[in-house]
């Protein structure tokens, strides 16, 4: 089974893209801040994560800096997601492996998530 996991402190978000990924086979795990993220993405080992930027309380640029800075965990794909319209340019700071706008589409949501879970 596919494993993701997602930052977001959108309560909302969180449940709809539980909802979606648990309907499509995904293994889904949320939080609401980046606290200890090390320690949980060691212990998770998604395939996947998503990385909003508004996250308590490192932030999403910084979390995802410490994680592609392990060298354990360097090489789980981060796809940035965020309203701001900016999330290019953030996506790119932040070291991250794609990027999707907000608000997203569900499909458009669905095939990035996958096309980085199958390779």
Not at 89 to 115: H, M, R, T
């Amino acid at each position: 089974m596919k494993r993701i996991v997602i930052f977001d402190d959108d309560v909302d978000i969180l449940e709809i893209l539980t909802y979606l990924l648990t309907e499509k086979g995904w293994e889904v795990h949320t939080r609401t801040t980046c606290n200890n993220i090390l320690e949980i993405i060691s212990e998770k080992r998604p395939d996947v994560i998503l990385m909003d930027n508004w996250i308590p309380d490192t932030g999403g640029i910084k979390a995802t800096q410490l994680l592609k800075a392990d060298p354990k965990l360097t090489n789980i794909p981060v796809i940035y997601f965020s309203a701001n319209n900016d999330v290019e340019i953030l996506s790119q700071k932040a070291g991250a492996d794609a990027y999707i706008a907000k608000p997203f589409d569900l499909d458009e949501l669905e095939k990035i998530v996958n096309q980085f879970a199958l390779s």
